[in-house]
């Protein structure tokens, strides 16, 4: 049976390491730093500070503490370098680019076209969504398209434009001024941050709304008292024979 051959052009060599760790760093000299530099200090029995040392000597100092000297910054002069342990390196790493991506906002941008010759009552129609789109925090790209020769009505786009960049000033405020591009004028206008103003104000309410109800547990509270009191209290007293 032949056997298999496998050709050179299919050799894919192995990636690189993201990271060099140990003896994989080679230079001679690295900046040693870190947050528990003093837990070193105490393990190996002398003052380690955030310095340059030569590389063979943190590898021991790595190598004694049971963990791993890790670069971090390899093409700062000398390359910067960490004693920690490399798995618990990479998981603080990946936690926090975790972290970094979900705190990123998502830019959302709404297009709105409009006409040269746009009606009132269009313009109004537009207007609206582009409100409702500012109000949700997305940003709007209002644009003029020109056909054949509605190009000769560049002014008129223009004043579209400006007048629905004057309609939502209190929504939003333009990136720049309309801009014409081939046969498309466009602006983009980004919200304004109301979203808080929304939050304390809807956080007032509530605070309203508890005080409100806790007023009236306390006057359901006391009604039930009143109500709770022995009726024949006072009847009892007079009742009871004299001397």
């Given at each position: 049976m032949a056997q298999r051959r496998f050709h050179?052009?299919?050799f894919k060599p192995p990636a690189a390491p993201a990271f060099r760790i140990n003896g994989l760093i080679r230079v001679p000299k690295i900046r040693l730093v870190g947050d528990n530099l003093e837990e070193i200090s105490e393990v190996i029995g002398q003052q380690i500070m955030s310095d340059i040392y030569p590389t063979h000597v943190a590898q021991d100092w790595a190598r004694e503490m049971n963990l791993d000297l890790v670069e971090i910054s390899p093409k700062a002069d000398p390359p910067v370098c960490r004693i920690i342990d490399f798995k618990k390196f990479l998981y603080i790493r990946k936690k926090k680019e975790k972290e970094m991506k979900d705190n990123q906002v998502k830019t959302v941008v709404k297009e709105i076209r409009l006409g040269p010759n746009i009606s009132e009552h269009d313009?109004?129609?537009?207007?609206?969504?582009?409100?409702?789109?500012?109000?949700?925090?997305?940003?709007?790209?209002?644009?003029v398209h020109f056909r054949g020769r509605t190009i000769v009505f560049k002014d008129r786009g223009e004043l579209v434009l400006l007048r629905m960049l004057k309609e939502l000033t209190e929504f939003g405020s333009p990136e720049e001024l309309p801009r014409l591009e081939g046969r498309r004028m466009s602006v983009i206008i980004s919200p304004k941050k109301i979203q808080k103003k929304k939050a304390d104000k809807q956080k007032g309410n509530n605070k309203k709304n508890k005080e409100k109800a806790d007023a009236k547990a306390k006057n359901v509270d006391a009604k039930?008292?009143?109500?709770?009191a022995p009726k024949d209290a006072g009847k009892d007293s007079g009742d009871q024979p004299k001397e």
């Open positions: 050179r052009r299919n313009f109004n129609f537009k207007l609206r969504h582009a409100k409702e789109f500012l109000e949700s925090g997305a940003k709007v790209r209002a644009y039930e008292t009143v109500n709770d």
